[in-house]
Nanobody
Framework: QVQLVESGGGAVQAGGSLRLSCAASGRTFSSYAMGWFRQAPGKEREFVAAIRSGSSTYYLDSVKGRFIISRDNAKNTVYLQMNSLKPEDTAVYYC???????????????????WGQGTQVTVSS
């Protein structure tokens, strides 16, 4: 089974950047679609970005142009480069994965069956 471990969270001032990493165990990572979700205090978890096994990408409207999702199959790792961070980006960020499928709806959290433990991102004004 694929296990996911996030890293790279932290505290940053508004306008700054962070890069989150999600390392996956197992030998089937290249066949996985990967997503990033986040949950702010008192709010539901929301989709942030996703990347298919073929590297097509999808983004939450409010992060388009600021966040970039990418993957390195040789390292079994997916990244979320976050630029121009805003206080409203403050949340726990979760990595998620599933075997990719043409029919998988990657913006929905119940499409994923593998989840990391989460990493905190705090953006101060």
């Amino acid at each position: 089974q694929v296990q996911l471990v996030e890293s790279g969270g932290g505290a940053v001032q508004a306008g700054g950047s962070l890069r989150l990493s999600c390392a996956a165990s197992g030998r089937t990572f290249s066949s996985y679609a990967m997503g990033w979700f986040r949950q702010a205090p008192g709010k539901e978890r929301e989709f942030v970005a996703a990347i298919r096994s073929g590297s097509s990408t999808y983004y939450l409207d409010s992060v388009k142009g600021r966040f970039i999702i990418s993957r390195d199959n040789a390292k079994n790792t997916v990244y979320l480069q976050m630029n121009s961070l805003k206080p409203e980006d403050t949340a726990v960020y979760y990595c998620a994965g599933r075997v990719d499928s043409y029919y998988s709806i990657l913006v929905k959290e119940d499409s994923y069956d593998r989840w990391g433990q989460g990493t905190q991102v705090t953006v101060s004004s």
